[in-house]
């Protein structure tokens, strides 16, 4: 299975898509994410408990889970989302890309390194021109 999963049509790193943060900046992202698993939990009216039984887990790791203090694997995140009803997204609240932008980012995904480069300075390029006016 490929380590990437897609999120809304973007590919993202099953780390939370940590990979090009500091350790300081991820670890908030995670320590959110967990807030919103409990936070959907209890706008679903469930207990951990209630929880647990429906994931076939226990309710010390629902805990874990949600105080941050165990790392959440990918296939128990989803597992959360189908309990709760939600997709995987809504719990790791990925950022909301539009179909112009991800179409870009697999067409830039697509070419070779060199011409990458050469459209990142187009458009840092344009960035700055659109900023100057």
Known sequence: MSQYMPARNIPVKHDYACHDMDQGECSAKYFAMTNRLAEIRQSRALTQDQLAEMMDSGQPTISKHERSLEKTPLATIRRYAEALGVTVGDIVDLPRVSSDA?????????????DQRSVRALMKSLAEDGERE
């Open 102 to 114: 991800a179409l870009i980012a697999a067409l830039f995904d697509a070419l070779p390194e060199r």
